[in-house]
């Protein structure tokens, strides 16, 4: 029953900028970590930013400084913004949260977004 839908994939120019944004929805108990990964063509999907509900995150080595996610637990929503994109950011962006949620009792698993497709080239 639960779901997280990404929005806001695009294509950008090299040092622009996207926003992508996450909302999950269900019957949720509480979102412990929430963020985003990335999986470029020939690559392993890699960790680019979590926080958990009291605001601790961790960030990519290689996103640091650039990019900034930030989380409405009330909403159940997770932003990603990506500011001073370089080539290699291109990648399908994928939500990410650990949800627990009630069927029948208390569960906890991994979502996934479907993922959203970020390009950087001029």
């Known amino acids: 029953q639960v779901q997280l839908v990404e929005s806001g994939g695009g294509l950008v120019q090299p040092g622009g900028s996207l926003r992508l944004s996450c909302a999950a929805s269900g019957n949720i108990f509480r979102i412990n970590n929430m963020g985003w990964h990335r999986q470029a063509p020939g690559k392993e999907r890699e960790l680019v930013a979590l926080?958990?509900?009291?605001?601790?995150?961790n960030y990519a080595e290689s996103v640091k400084g650039r990019f900034t996610i930030s989380r409405d637990n009330a909403k159940n929503t997770v932003t990603l913004q990506m500011n001073s994109l370089k080539p290699e950011d291109t990648a399908v962006y994928y939500c990410y949260g650990d949800v627990e949620y009630w069927s029948g009792s208390l569960h906890r698993s991994t979502y996934w977004g479907q993922g959203t497709q970020v390009t950087v080239s001029s």
């Open positions: 926080m958990s509900t009291s605001g601790n995150t």
